[in-house]
Structure formats: structure tokens, C-alpha cells
T-cell receptor
Framework: DAGVTQSPTHLIKTRGQQVTLRCSPK?????VSWYQQALGQGPQFIFQ???????QRGNFPDRFSGHQFPNYSSELNVNALLLGDSALYLC????????????FGQGTRLTVV | LAKTTQPISMDSYEGQEVNITCSHN???????ITWYQQFPSQGPRFIIQ???TKVTNEVASLFIPADRKSSTLSLPRVSLSDTAVYYC?????????FGSGTRLSVKP
């Protein structure tokens, strides 16, 4: 049983560019959450998708957007990249029935130069 | 979303029991308390979750007092491989606020 898979694992982008990160949830999970983790910091909640809709959002600008597909996979899009967007982006999947146990992927390391 | 406070770092030796306490004064009725472990350059890994009283699994115990405003993660007989950052999280529907975590260093 594959766990949460994220792609790509590493990415280098230039300031001002746009990036799309992808996440496939653990089998049987229908909820996907995205987090940003800067070096030495705890993960910061970006948003959560359930039933193809954004259910909750953290304190991130509109440059951060997402999507969930009918197969529950998800994308995180970041527009107009800033140097400060360099971080490890984590995807977590869980069941939308109320359990709070979430399984995290290995993350995508984004470097903005 | 409730905020949590936990010690920045802790040191221990192999074979000792480690207790990490977390404060969450604004915990809501629907919130669960969940602990995660994270190694460098990896995603956090679920350790244990509870709502009240005591929960135990094969790796840890979680103690929650009646007022639920704090919780204690207990790791029995730690080993070098338990060196990691431990996060205490409070929330529901898997929507969490992560704090800075507790950096546990286990020494031989």
C-alpha cells in the first residue's frame, strides 16, 4: 500500500515564476492538506481540500492556490514566486470522517533563486 | 485553531523515559491532541492521538488531564534513533497548527 506520494522531490525556480506541486494521498483517504516548512521551523498550514473544495485555509496569500481532483489527488500552485517561498512543502492525507491522524509525504523541496 | 506551547529542546540518555509536556489553553471541545515525530528532511510521522485521560500504543503514552489544557507525551526507554523533533498539535479534521516543536537529543 503506497503511502502519500509527492512530486517532484526537488525543484529550483526563479523569482516571479509559477510552480505546481503534486500529491497523491494514501489509499482510502479523501482529504489532502498542504503545509509549508521553512528551515528550522515547524510546518505552517496552507489549506485543506475535501470533496474537491477548499475546506479551510491558513494565513497564506492568494498566490497560493490548490485543487483536488475526483481521485482525491491534489495540486498546490504558487504564483509570482518570492525568495521567501523557498521551503519544504508537505502534503498530508487523512480521512474526512473526523479522524485527525494524518499521513505525511516526504515533501517537495522548493528553492527559489 | 488552538495554539500549543512546548519546550524548545530536551536532552536524554539511552534507556531513559522521556516526558514532553505541551500546553494548549485554548483547546476546543472538538479538538483532539496529536503528537508527531519528524526527522530532518522527512515528513512528520504520527505517534499518538488522544482526546482525554490516557492513551497508550506500542511506541508511546499520552496523558491528558481532565481540563485538557495540557498533555504529556511519554517515550519509554528512548534510543539514539528517537533523536528528532516532536510536535504537539491540537485540532480537528486534520487541520493543525504546528508550533516549533521540541528537539529531543538522545545521547549514548
Amino acid at each position: 500500500d503506497a503511502g502519500v506520494t509527492q512530486s517532484p522531490t526537488h525543484l529550483i525556480k526563479t523569482r516571479g515564476q509559477q510552480v505546481t506541486l503534486r500529491c497523491s494521498p494514501k489509499s482510502g483517504h479523501d482529504t489532502v492538506s498542504w503545509y509549508q516548512q521553512a528551515l528550522g521551523q515547524g510546518p505552517q498550514f496552507i489549506f485543506q481540500y475535501y470533496e474537491e473544495e477548499e475546506r479551510q485555509r491558513g494565513n497564506f496569500p492568494d498566490r497560493f492556490s490548490g485543487h483536488q481532483f475526483p481521485n482525491y489527488s491534489s495540486e498546490l500552485n504558487v504564483n509570482a514566486l518570492l525568495l521567501g517561498d523557498s521551503a519544504l512543502y508537505l502534503c498530508a492525507s487523512s480521512s474526512g470522517t473526523g479522524t485527525t491522524e494524518a499521513f505525511f509525504g516526504q515533501g517537495t523541496r522548493l528553492t527559489v533563486v | 485553531l488552538a495554539k500549543t506551547t512546548q519546550p524548545i529542546s530536551m536532552d536524554s540518555y539511552e534507556g531513559q523515559e522521556v516526558n514532553i509536556t505541551c500546553s494548549h489553553n485554548n483547546i476546543a471541545t472538538n479538538d483532539y491532541i496529536t503528537w508527531y515525530q519528524q526527522f530532518p528532511s522527512q515528513g512528520p510521522r504520527f505517534i499518538i492521538q488522544g482526546y482525554k485521560t490516557k492513551v497508550t500504543n506500542e511506541v508511546a503514552s499520552l496523558f491528558i488531564p481532565a481540563d485538557r489544557k495540557s498533555s504529556t507525551l511519554s517515550l519509554p526507554r528512548v534510543s539514539l534513533s528517537d533523536t528528532a523533533v516532536y510536535y504537539c498539535l491540537v485540532g480537528s479534521y486534520s487541520t493543525f497548527i504546528f508550533g516549533s516543536g521540541t528537539r529531543l537529543s538522545v545521547k549514548p
